[in-house]
């Protein structure tokens, strides 16, 4: 893809290789991986994104539905994670992604570049990028690499997420099934005790997540 204007510099992975500070504006993550991109992006270009999400790491075709048992500290249960038409966004058309668990729905915002980068652009009923100074942030790459790392968004005042690619060829057994080639990224925020590990297949997604306290594991992929 050609970045036109501010939206022209650095990739990494899943996050970002910097935290921001409290209050003012976070600098571009430096070039690790993610070539060509500034991440988070402070003006996206619409000629930029294409419709629909089909990076083969975080695929969100319309009509598939994944299912999760999740383990936590209130036992276990179930999650059901569901892909929907999502609004325009900082002058972006997304694709929402609608995560139901213990009787309540989050909404999130994707849009994927016309290289193949897939970003968050906003969480409903909390922050979207365009507004009071948010920016997009990268959720996942094209062609994940070792070492990758990113911001995946920039919200004033939030100490953002930082995702950094540790592994691209791990397998992975879940009750969904067995995985090869397996994708890992460590989620870390200053926020948070310890950090979490996210599993992406290969045209399914996200097959597992471990955390303090917390794992999440796919139990089947339906539509």
């Known amino acids: 893809m050609t970045m036109r204007g501010p939206m022209a510099m650095a990739f990494a992975t899943v ?3 910097g935290l921001a500070g409290c209050g003012t504006a976070s600098a571009p993550s430096p070039p690790t991986g993610v070539d060509q991109l500034v991440i988070p992006t402070p003006s996206p270009d619409p000629d930029d994104f294409v419709a629909g999400v089909d990076n083969t790491w975080l695929p969100l075709p319309a009509g ?5 048992e999740v383990v936590d500290a209130g ?5 059901r994670v569901r892909v929907a038409d999502g609004p325009e966004v900082d002058g972006v058309a997304t ?3 609608v995560t139901t668990e213990a009787g309540a729905d989050t909404t999130d915002w994707f ?3 016309d290289e193949g980068n897939v970003w968050w652009f906003g969480r409903e ?4 990028a365009g507004t009071d100074g948010a920016r997009a942030g990268l959720a996942m790459p094209r062609s994940p690499r070792v070492g990758d790392g990113f911001r995946t968004a920039y919200q004033p005042g939030v100490v953002e997420d930082v995702a950094t690619v540790t ?3 791990e397998s992975v ?10 994708v890992v990224a460590r989620v870390t925020s200053a926020l948070e005790s310890g950090a979490r590990d996210t599993y992406w297949a290969r045209g399914v997604g996200l097959v597992e997540e471990d955390g303090t306290g917390r794992t999440v594991r796919l139990t089947g992929v339906s539509g």
Do not use: C, F, I, L
């Not at 009923?125 to 979207?128: D, L």
């Not at 057994?173 to 397996?182: H, I, L, N, Q």
């Open 15 to 17: 996050v970002a290789v």
């Open 95 to 97: 694709t929402a992604r």
């Open 167 to 169: 592994a691209v060829d």
């Open 75 to 79: 036992g276990a249960h179930r999650m």
């Open 125 to 128: 009923g909390e922050w979207q």
């Open 173 to 182: 057994t879940v009750p969904a099934g067995s995985y090869d080639g397996v």
């Open 64 to 68: 598939r539905t994944w299912t999760y």
């Open 111 to 113: 849009a994927q570049d």
